[in-house]
């Protein structure tokens, strides 16, 4: 039933559009009453319509994606942070799991210039304080939506401690795909308009990790 009553919602959606748009034809070229060429005009006005049906519905699985992740955007989107104190800054090895992201520099690697240390056998790697540890997991696969999520961890490599904690959603509803979340901010953009991952949202979001929660003492 939960992949139902979004197909339900779409179907719906879709199809009111275009049988006003029937019914607005309809009425303006004076086809309504019996008679077997008004007939003949309103099933070939019903037949035309197939193509604008099809779009619409296509247009409207993506509207309802963008809808349906609005509310995951401000439950889940918006960064932790936990230190207690200010945080030295120093050089970041970045642990990003296989299929985290893409393969070779990342895109919003740029942002932190020589900071942020992607080779882990570098001797960089062995005395950086801190890492960023990047992770996939989708939350939900169904017939139309896929969720997925980025999760962002800045941690203290001596004691393991987490000092932000931060996610990038993602939803694809059709052809179109939708993110939110540190990079992209707390309400859905569409991915063709911001592709992932670009910007300095995660340098951002570590530089301000590394500094004290105004919550906490």
Known sequence: M????PGIVVAVIAAA????????LADGLGLEGEGRVRRRARVALAVLSVPALVWFGIAA???SGAAHLQPLCHAYATPEFRAVRPVPPGDILLDAAPGAAPAGPQPWARAFGTQLVTD???PAAATA????EVRRAT???GRWFTIEMERFRLLQRSSGSVLAEGDELWI????ARYHCGIVSGPDPVHA???PWPGGDGVAKFVARGLQPSPLKP
Not at 2 to 5: F, G, K, N, Q
Not at 17 to 24: D, E
Not at 172 to 175: E, I, K, L, N, V
Request: without cysteine.
């Open 61 to 63: 699985w993506g509207w």
């Open 120 to 122: 882990p056998a570098s």
């Open 17 to 24: 559009p275009v049988a006003l748009l029937i019914l607005l």
């Open 139 to 141: 939350p939900r696969r």
């Open 2 to 5: 939960s992949d139902l009553a």
């Open 172 to 175: 694809t509803a059709g052809r």
């Open 192 to 194: 063709d308009r911001t």
């Open 129 to 132: 304080p801190l890492a960023l």
